[in-house]
């Protein structure tokens, strides 16, 4: 489940208004694209001026090509910190010459320029236009629709980790920009993923089999992905016990004896957290009655297991394939 990070060629996030100069948008269509909440245009509509050109019957906005390149413009320059007002006037008069980074004696956002997500869905352009904002409504409205829309083990892979990785490498590539960025992207998908995440199952519900146990080697503070996997665990019914990041490698083998679980899945990001001689041990553990001593499936995800193949311990290629792995082992659960 090598999710996060992965190699994406950089593309810049350019403008993508409708081609056909007849079609026009409805605000929520693009609010979408635009990585926006509907109640932004019309607050932008209201304040400054920046609307569609012409309405429909019952007064529903139409915004044409014309009305989407001014707001491509206006979202442009406020994620680049420029105040809305001045961006909004530099947007309708069309000024060409008026940069992105904001006044010296008004800091704002310290991000200038798209973030590089390569060949991505829509949605990802969208959500990126809205964390480079710092737009926190709007990227918490898109994450959920993305949800909606196509189900959470897709979000999770086609829009979201794309637009981390996006972040991330603008990060890594910036110095200490973006970091603002890059923590409140992390936060709004942590708490979709939570909103979306079943309760846990009672220990009296406990199938036979036991739970899958979620966790982070030692010194690994990346749970987003463990998170995702539970996420998709709990909408199938499945059992798990999250133990999240950095669980010591005592606490961790001591859990496993006291909860007995179907499986264990130990994420390491980087290589330097990825123990296998642990892994191994964790695979070893024995519990139950004398001849009827039972073992745990180990899994061991993330990229820092690259090049670390062991028998016996099933390396997942993404989330949906974890997701199946794991399923198999509880063959009676409800469909």
Known sequence: ?????????????APTGPQDPQVSLTTGA?????????????????????????????????????????????CRLTSSGV????????????????????????????????????DVRQECRGLARAAVRLDAAAVEEQLGEA???????????????PTLHAVG??????????????HLLSWHVSSTLRRHTGPPVRQEDMPAQGPVVLACLPGEEHTLPLEALNA???????????????????ALAAAVRRLGPAAVVLWAQT?????????????????????????TLVMPAGP???????????RPAGLKDALDILAALYPDRPA
């Open 169 to 182: 490498r603008k990060w890594a590539s910036s110095g200490d920009r973006y970091v603002e960025v890059e």
């Open 83 to 118: 105040p809305p007002a001045e961006a909004a006037r530099a947007a309708r008069e069309g000024a060409a010459d008026f940069t992105a980074a904001p006044p010296q004696e008004e800091p704002r956002s310290r991000a200038a320029g798209p973030l590089p997500l390569g």
């Open 232 to 250: 998709g665990l709990s909408r199938l019914g499945l059992p798990t016990r999250m133990f999240g990041a950095a669980v010591p490698a005592e």
């Open 1 to 13: 489940m090598d999710d996060l990070p992965g190699p994406a060629a950089p593309a810049a996030l």
């Open 147 to 161: 949800v909606d829309r196509h189900g959470l083990a897709v979000a999770w892979q086609d829009v979201m980790v």
């Open 30 to 74: 693009l609010a979408r694209r635009l990585g926006v909440s509907p109640t932004t245009l019309r607050s932008w509509d209201r304040r400054y001026g920046i609307g569609p050109a012409a309405r429909s019957g019952g007064r529903h906005r139409r915004w044409t090509p014309q009305d989407v390149a001014v707001l491509e413009e206006m």
């Open 271 to 295: 290589r330097s957290s990825a123990n296998l001689p642990f892994a191994r041990h964790v695979a070893g553990l024995r519990w139950g009655v004398q001849g009827a001593r039972r073992r």
């Open 304 to 314: 820092g297991w690259l090049g670390r193949a062991e028998p016996g311990l099933p």
